[in-house]
Nanobody, 113 residues
Framework: QVQLVESGGGLVQAGGSLRVSCAASGSIGSIDSMGWYRQAPGKQRELVAIISSGGTKYADSVKGRFTISRENAMVYLQMNTLKPEDTAVYYC??????????WGKGTLVTVSS
């Protein structure tokens, strides 16, 4: 089992920056990849960024603006040049061995225009 707790969401003006963090606990030795998804009101949850031993992957909509990084059991998402369309609940995600997926409860990011 892996537990995930996000932090760092909030309200920011368009063009601003924000960093969200996620702390993993439990069976962290079983973690294969970590990442972030987001879900805007009325929309499906979508991949934002993933980091693993193979590298990083980003959604086209955030390339060049967002950076994912990982340090031990923490994963971070640095978000720059934020746009109103980035407003969403951001969920921390872990893929562990045996294709087990874990999710945090989410943190709300609101970008005002």
């Amino acid at each position: 089992q892996v537990q995930l707790v996000e932090s760092g969401g909030g309200l920011v003006q368009a063009g601003g920056s924000l960093r969200v963090s996620c702390a993993a606990s439990g069976s962290i030795g079983s973690i294969d990849s970590m990442g972030w998804y987001r879900q805007a009101p009325g929309k499906q949850r979508e991949l934002v960024a993933i980091i693993s031993s193979g590298g990083t992957k980003y959604a086209d909509s955030v390339k060049g603006r967002f950076t994912i990084s990982r340090e031990n059991a923490m994963v971070y998402l640095q978000m720059n040049t934020l746009k109103p369309e980035d407003t969403a609940v951001y969920y921390c995600y872990v893929r562990a061995y045996y294709a087990l997926d874990y999710w945090g409860k989410g943190t709300l990011v609101t970008v005002s225009s």
